[in-house]
């Protein structure tokens, strides 16, 4: 999952009207912070992620992410995962163990969401998503994704519950609301679906994680990556090409795969109106 800047209100949007959980109620305009607990984290979303999870490989970026089959035969991921490659450039893996080609990508920038058309029909079950926009605070969920370092061909579970919602700058810069997520979200897991476990339905995608950094460090990181100069190497990339980089930015590429491996178990993800109205938008039933 790539990491972004981000900038965190202090206090979370709780909503205060009915929500679609089927463990939630209003009373008094307010929404309970507490759910149900279950020892099956999977729900009944196990037997359909495992064949319609992807994980989404860009090679020529070095980048990779996780998406998920769409009833539509589409596969949803998000925008950062796929920025900067064509549609040839992407390869779709998951159980099958073979390379899937996609033909044609539409993004959303803003939301940071993509929608990508494989080069044949995938034979799978799929997940639904949700119709409710409001789901209550402490609800359970669960996710399905390929975080980084793992290189099994079945997506692996994490799960967690929603604590709130936040605004923050999206890829383009401009702000977006996201849902706050108390679970274990890696690099690589962005794009795959968050699943309510009491409705095994899709009510976002998984965006981010929480890593943030005071901006006199992302200047010396900065700085780093574009120091070219001093003792060179010569690094091989993951598809066998080689180039020069300093010392400098050996050391930047360091620093920032450790950030990667931090973990504050805090994530986001894009909210379901939002995926809804991007599959409206390209013509195509939720």
Known sequence: MKIMRYIFSAVLLVP?????????????????TAAPMTTDLAGGSGSTAYPSVFRVLCPAKQSSGTG???KSGKVITVFHVVSGCSAQDIVLLGIQGQPIKVTDVVVDAVIDLALLTPA?????????????????????????????GYTGLAPLLSS??????????????????????????NSGNSGGP??????????????????????????????????????????T???GTKEQVSEAQVIEE??????????LVIGHAVLVRDLRSFLKANSIDP
């Open 16 to 32: 205060t009207v009915p929500v679609c959980s089927l463990s939630a109620h209003a009373a008094n305009n307010q929404i309970p």
């Open 68 to 70: 998920f089959l769409h």
């Open 120 to 148: 044949q029909d995938i034979k799978a079950p799929t997940l639904s998503i949700s119709e409710c926009d409001q789901h209550s605070i402490g609800s359970q969920v669960s996710t399905w994704g390929y975080p980084e």
């Open 160 to 185: 967690g519950y929603l604590s709130g919602t936040d605004n923050l700058p999206g890829p383009s810069g401009k702000p977006v609301t996201r849902i706050v997520v108390n679970a274990a979200f």
């Open 194 to 235: 968050l699943v309510e476990i009491d409705s095994n339905r899709v009510i976002g995608v998984v965006a981010s994680k929480l890593a943030p950094l005071p901006a006199y460090i992302e200047k010396a990181l900065k700085a780093l990556k574009e120091a070219k100069y001093g003792l060179m190497f010569t690094k």
């Open 237 to 239: 990339k993951e598809d």
């Open 254 to 263: 360091i620093l920032q795969y450790l950030r990667s491996q931090t973990q």
